[in-house]
């Protein structure tokens, strides 16, 4: 876990809320669950962690546009 309570994994970013008890876990390793169904959960201490995911991948524009073809 980083220290601004994010985690990456499969190129895609996972975000914790700003909670005292997330902020115990900064540098820590934290357990991903990827089941069939394409569900991801986030597991530390033997609890789920709720998240919130930011998909940077998504947010890089492509670079060429259809005239520089």
């Known amino acids: 876990m980083s220290q601004s309570l994010t985690l990456q994994y499969d190129k ?6 700003d909670q005292a008890e997330h902020r115990r876990l900064i540098h820590r390793y934290i357990e991903v ?5 394409g569900r991801v959960e986030l597991w ?7 998240y919130t995911t930011y998909d940077r991948l998504a947010e890089i524009p492509f670079p ?3 005239q520089n073809m």
């Open 12 to 17: 895609v970013m996972y975000l914790l809320e």
């Open 44 to 50: 530390a201490e033997g609890a789920a962690l709720p």
């Open 33 to 37: 669950a990827e089941y069939p169904d």
């Open 64 to 66: 060429y546009s259809k």
